[in-house]
T-cell receptor, first 113, second 112 residues
Framework: GAGVSQTPSNKVTEKGKYVELRCDPI?????LYWYRQSLGQGPEFLIY????????DSGLPNDRFFAVRPEGSVSTLKIQRTERGDSAVYLC???????????FGPGTRLLVL | TQLLEQSPQFLSIQEGENLTVYCNSS?????LQWYRQEPGEGPVLLVT?????EVKKLKRLTFQFGDARKDSSLHITAAQPGDTGLYLC????????????FGKGTLLTVNP
């Protein structure tokens, strides 16, 4: 079956612009996670959804970052007023339940100029 | 804040050599996972260890979880160029959301 997909695979934007990153989880997976991986670092947790609700958003760095999952499937990570420091790979993972194996997508590489 | 430290950060070896990478923390984890990540891809789970002292083998890879569940090691026997990649350890601190705390990774290069 299809794995986790993320679009776009690459995104180049200018400082101050707004961007949306999309994640399509594995069908039927109720849990969805967003992580951010900066160059030379491991992924860092941003937010966790169980169904439609954000159960834990403690990893979001500030209020410029927001994520939604309105129908409990696809999720969108939204970044307002992008800054150069937001440049990173944004990874999405989904799992069948909150304690099950997380399957990662290929990531979206965001570059803020 | 739970932190995982991996060592070495970089490792370049010849095909056929053995190697060990380490993942250490001052915190106790409910479980610890090892992932491999290739360029342009997301991390792929290799193994999950749960019990202190547990040893798991996956072909030429041997994973060990420390008795106190604070550290882990990955040993590769007779490394091959296909083993090249970024090896990440990640800990689950327990609780209700299973969010993972990752180390910075060990970038392994196996030269033919």
């Amino acid at each position: 079956g299809a794995g986790v997909s993320q679009t776009p695979s690459n995104k180049v934007t200018e400082k101050g612009k707004y961007v949306e990153l999309r994640c399509d989880p594995i069908s039927g997976h109720t849990a969805l996670y967003w992580y951010r991986q900066s160059l030379g670092q491991g992924p860092e947790f941003l937010i966790y959804f169980q169904g439609t609700g954000a159960a834990d958003d403690s990893g979001l760095p500030n209020d410029r970052f927001f994520a939604v999952r309105p129908e409990g499937s696809v999720s969108t990570l939204k970044i307002q007023r992008t800054e150069r420091g937001d440049s990173a790979v944004y990874l999405c993972a989904s799992s069948a339940g909150h304690s099950e194996t997380q399957y990662f997508g290929p990531g979206t590489r965001l570059l803020v100029l | 804040t739970q932190l995982l430290e991996q060592s070495p950060q970089f490792l370049s070896i010849q095909e056929g050599e053995n190697l060990t990478v380490y993942c250490n923390s001052s915190s106790v984890f409910s479980s610890l996972q090892w992932y491999r990540q290739e360029p342009g891809e997301g991390p792929v789970l290799l193994v999950t260890v749960v019990t202190g002292g547990e040893v798991k083998k996956l072909k030429r890879l041997t994973f060990q979880f420390g008795d106190a569940r604070k550290d882990s090691s990955l040993h590769i026997t007779a490394a091959q160029p296909g083993d090249t990649g970024l090896y990440l350890c990640a800990g689950d601190g327990g609780g209700s959301n299973y969010k993972l705390t990752f180390g910075k990774g060990t970038l392994l290069t196996v030269n033919p």
